[in-house]
């Protein structure tokens, strides 16, 4: 059986029919692995090559989105998140095109460094979906126009949620979480109806297991295609899990992320050409899992499992055999790995810690900080190969999206627009 990392731009490019290609629709970009074919400036600061920035209301760890000339984000308009909003600027000069607020009673837990507005768009090219958590799913055309929304229930969690929707044929899928109602579903686009959904095992535990060691999966899913099947991957607090994205059916499971601080699960998993890439949260396990396999899969298919793995909360990129992470450790923040055989190739301490995500672009890396410093630097097995370091002074929390040349980054103060 044979598989590239080609299966993964097919089958998307297949699923995004309606976007320009220019466009940065989700989370983590076009593909939703980090890449994109595009160009973007090298250098910049808080006031060289800014072209434009916008005052956001609240902090907030989402990430924005540029589809149709609009650059997308979610926000609280509070601190206690009752009242959480949709922004849409237009990509070109920062207006304010609209904003769609949804008005939430109840105060919800969160951690300080978590704040409500955390989960990042997605779209077709046609309509824009948002998930609030506890307040709910929603919808809406580019012109603001809201097309539906659904109640899916309560999430209460004492470090709030974060995971993102993701759009692929059509379809919504969500890793709904973290809390005691913890599921994976589908939804129909055009109507929100239900399509499946998959009740995670681990559900009823809400903050913590019963050793006190925290619980929960903040993880975005990937689409994976394998032998013509599209697969969601998912991971959850104590195991990865693939999904048949057309019934909902459990293709194969891995354990292996539960460990002794924890059973939790950040950041999205990495599909590495023929295999799954993972890393737990709070320095958890680091596993490499084949994609063919078959129902439980923990022994036939894991090819390794290492117990410490580095700190990661932002998801890794795949290039050339090698998989390149931003860890939420400074000590080690940038680090190049084999997928393989999870060695080490070589790490480079960072200005600050990653919670945001690499991006691949134009044979270049950036990934931004928690200081608000964005580093650039080539994509090499060789050793950390540094081009520039742009400093915006701001906290970040966030994935930058590039789009037209453009860089787009969202801090806890700003939207940021970066070009040239």
Excluded at 10 to 24: F, H, K, R, S, Y
Excluded at 56 to 67: A, K, T, W, Y
Excluded at 107 to 119: A, C, F, L, Q, V
């Amino acid at each position: 059986m044979k598989f590239s990392a080609c299966f993964l731009v097919i089958v998307l490019v297949v699923g995004l029919q309606n976007l320009c290609i220019a466009d940065w629709p989700g989370f983590r970009g076009p593909l939703g692995n980090g890449t994109v074919e595009d160009t973007a400036p090298i250098e910049w600061s808080n006031e060289q090559n800014v072209v434009w920035k916008v005052a956001l209301p609240q902090p907030g760890n989402g990430s924005p989105i540029v589809v149709g000339g609009r650059v997308l984000l979610t926000c609280t308009e509070d601190e206690p998140g009752k009242q959480r909003s949709t922004y849409c600027f237009a990509s070109n000069t920062g207006e304010q095109l609209w904003v769609k607020t949804v008005e939430f009673d109840q105060e919800m837990p969160h951690h300080k460094t978590n704040p409500h507005g955390s989960s990042t768009p997605a779209s077709d090219g046609e309509s824009v979906v948002v998930w609030h958590a506890s307040a709910g799913l929603y919808c809406y055309d580019l012109e603001g126009k809201e097309l539906w929304n659904r109640d899916l229930g309560e999430f209460r969690h004492m470090w709030g949620y974060g995971s993102s929707p993701i759009i692929h044929r059509g379809r919504v899928f969500l890793n709904s979480g973290p809390g005691e109602k913890s599921f994976v579903a589908a939804f129909d686009l055009k109507t929100g109806k239900t399509l499946w959904q998959q009740d995670e095992a681990e559900a009823g535990t809400v903050d913590r297991r019963e050793d006190g060691a925290p619980h929960g999966s903040w993880s975005t899913p990937v689409i994976a295609q394998v032998d013509g099947q599209d697969q969601i991957v998912v991971m959850h607090p104590k195991r990865v899990v693939a999904y048949d994205a057309e019934s909902g059916d459990i293709v194969w499971s891995c354990d292996g992320l539960s460990h002794g601080r924890g059973d939790l699960a950040y950041s999205s998993p990495v599909i590495a050409g023929d295999l799954c890439f993972v890393i737990g949260g709070y320095k958890g396990p680091m596993m490499s899992i084949r994609l063919d396999g078959q129902g439980d899969v923990t022994e036939s298919h894991r090819l390794y499992r290492f117990e410490d793995g580095p700190q990661s909360i932002g998801s890794g990129v795949y290039f050339d055999n090698h998989v390149y992470l931003a860890n939420a450790d400074a000590g080690k923040g940038l680090q190049c790995v084999d997928p393989k055989t999870g060695d080490s190739l070589w790490s480079q301490r960072s200005p600050a810690a990653h919670w945001g995500s690499l991006v691949l672009c134009g044979g270049r890396f950036y990934v931004t900080g928690q200081d608000g410093t964005t580093v650039v630097f080539r994509p090499t097995p060789e050793g950390y190969e540094e081009l520039a370091k742009n400093e915006l002074g701001e906290t970040c929390n966030g994935t930058p999206a590039i789009s037209n040349g453009k860089i787009y980054i969202r801090t806890h103060e700003h939207l940021y627009c970066i070009g040239q």
